[in-house]
């Protein structure tokens, strides 16, 4: 061989023999990185049976409000089964077949206003790519085998800490990181050794039951210049030292009957947006004063968040209100860019991709819009589902929308981007 047949053909070796990239996952509550953000290639604008095709389905789950979670190679998801066991079960990704179903004892009923959408499991579980942790409704945390689906161990927090059980279930979904898993729940926020489920430290004690069964999910954030795990609950929003459980900062959050929902988005180095049902919509600034961190309220907005976490886009905020609404808010200056006249459903678990958002309406409608500051740019919509109250999973190009009675698997036609 010539040299240059010769170097042509050591590439093609070279390029064979490489490992293909590892498939986009969605590992956690809101996807990889916790604020809804899907990365890789542009979507399409479309969402017709030309651009966008269902892949597989699978039938007569029980009902769940746990988002999927998507790994490399499969999908996992929760039910609650005749109202009294609690099922999880791992799908291959790209069959939708069965390959492994853990269960236990697991139910109540929730009070007032929630039972209209039933008591049935509603936290998204958390997957560091081996370990899958599952929050049962009762405060019960389960660590399963990823591969195998069997139980690692488990623990029962409203007994840990002597709590009464939580009256709305264990809502909040679990965070981890390298040592350690988060949880609200058993009336405080804990840290739990992720290997063994022995509690390494408790902050925020509220006291559990009806006042203390928090809602929002923690995240992870440097704020101040300090890395910290910020979690609201039911009075305030907080930032925790990671490794002790210090309250490193606290401020006061008013809503109505502690119904604080959404999950938190830090913005920047010392921001976190923020909105609450019969509050308002806000930015707080944690900054670092000789050494202690303060936080304060740079603006607010008088308009009220109900469930639906929003998500960021070039410095915006895209917020589905109590009144059903999309409304677009700056969040360097607080001011309402534009509101919707049209009125959606009750819940959007949202995605985005660049200047792109997918929203998945609690009715099972699919929207697609452009993110702009200047006025709603809706792009297509589509049903998908019956109701759909478990969040969106959105990996490269594949969509998984989890409804009430089953798991569907869609794919874009034309590769992301074309």
């Known amino acids: 061989m010539t040299p240059r047949p010769l170097a042509a053909g050591l590439l093609l070796v070279l390029a064979a023999a490489a490992p293909a990239a590892d498939?986009?996952?969605?590992?956690?509550?809101?996807?990889?990185?916790?604020?809804?953000?899907?990365?890789?290639?542009?979507?399409?604008?479309?969402?017709?049976?030309?651009?966008?095709?269902?892949?597989?389905?699978?039938?007569?789950?029980?009902?769940?409000?746990?988002?999927?979670?998507?790994?490399?190679?499969?999908?996992f998801t929760t039910e609650t089964v005749d109202k009294k066991t609690e099922v999880v079960t791992a799908f291959d990704r790209k069959t939708g077949k069965e390959l492994w179903k853990a269960k236990w004892d697991g139910?109540?009923?929730?009070?007032?206003?929630?039972?209209?959408?039933?008591?049935?499991?509603?936290?998204?579980?958390?997957?560091?790519?081996?370990?899958?942790?599952?929050?049962?409704?009762?405060?019960?945390?389960?660590?399963?085998?990823?591969?195998?689906?069997?139980?690692?161990?488990?623990?029962?927090?409203?007994?840990?800490?002597?709590?009464p059980p939580?009256?709305?279930?264990f809502v909040s979904s679990p965070l981890v990181d390298g040592t350690g898993v988060y949880v609200q729940a058993g009336g405080r926020f804990?840290?739990?050794?992720?290997?063994?489920?022995?509690?390494?430290?408790?902050?925020?004690?509220?006291?559990?039951?009806?006042?203390?069964?928090?809602?929002?999910?923690?995240?992870?954030?440097?704020?101040?210049?300090?890395?910290?795990?910020?979690?609201?609950?039911?009075?305030?929003?907080?930032?925790?030292d990671r490794d002790t459980g210090k309250e490193l900062w606290a401020k006061e959050v008013p809503s109505f009957r502690g119904m604080n929902i959404l999950t938190p988005l830090p913005v920047g180095d010392s921001g976190l947006f923020t909105s609450t049902y019969g509050g308002n919509t806000r930015l707080l600034t944690v900054t670092s004063e000789g050494g202690a961190l303060a936080a304060?309220?740079?603006?607010?907005?008088?308009?009220?968040?109900?469930?639906?976490?929003?998500?960021?886009?070039?410095?915006?905020a895209y917020l589905l209100g109590k009144d059903q609404r999309l409304l677009c808010a700056d969040l360097k200056t607080g001011k309402e860019k534009w509101r919707t006249d049209k009125r959606f459903g009750e819940y959007w678990s949202m995605a985005a991709n660049g200047d792109r958002v997918l929203a998945l309406d609690q009715k099972g409608?699919?929207?697609?819009?452009?993110?702009?500051?200047?006025?709603?740019?809706?792009?297509?919509?589509?049903?998908?589902?019956?109701?759909?109250?478990?969040?969106l999973a959105?990996?490269?190009?594949?969509?998984?929308?989890?409804?009430?009675?089953?798991?569907?698997?869609?794919r874009w036609a034309a590769p992301p981007g074309k």
Not at 166 to 169: E, I, L, Q, R
Not at 300 to 314: K, Q
Not at 370 to 390: C, G, I, M, N, Y
Request: aromatic share 10%; net charge neutral; glycine share 10%.
């Open 190 to 240: 804990a840290k739990l050794d992720k290997a063994t489920g022995k509690v390494l430290w408790t902050a925020l004690k509220d006291g559990g039951g009806m006042n203390g069964s928090a809602f929002s999910s923690p995240v992870f954030a440097t704020l101040g210049g300090k890395d910290q795990v910020v979690v609201q609950t039911r009075a305030k929003l907080a930032g925790v």
């Open 394 to 410: 959105v990996c490269g190009g594949e969509l998984f929308v989890r409804d009430l009675g089953g798991l569907t698997a869609w």
């Open 23 to 75: 498939p986009a996952v969605w590992p956690q509550w809101r996807g990889p990185t916790r604020d809804g953000q899907a990365p890789g290639p542009a979507w399409p604008d479309s969402l017709k049976d030309d651009a966008l095709k269902q892949v597989w389905r699978v039938e007569n789950l029980g009902p769940s409000y746990s988002g999927p979670v998507v790994a490399a190679d499969r999908v």
């Open 166 to 169: 939580p009256d709305f279930g």
């Open 365 to 391: 409608v699919l929207y697609l819009f452009k993110a702009s500051p200047e006025d709603h740019d809706p792009l297509d919509e589509r049903k998908v589902a019956a109701d759909a109250w478990a969040h």
């Open 296 to 316: 304060a309220d740079a603006w607010a907005l008088r308009y009220e968040g109900n469930m639906s976490t929003p998500v960021v886009v070039n410095g915006h």
């Open 107 to 163: 139910s109540l009923t929730v009070p007032f206003f929630a039972a209209k959408n039933g008591s049935w499991i509603r936290s998204t579980p958390a997957y560091d790519g081996k370990t899958l942790f599952v929050a049962g409704i009762r405060d019960l945390l389960v660590a399963l085998d990823g591969a195998t689906g069997k139980e690692l161990w488990r623990v029962d927090l409203v007994k840990e800490f002597s709590a």
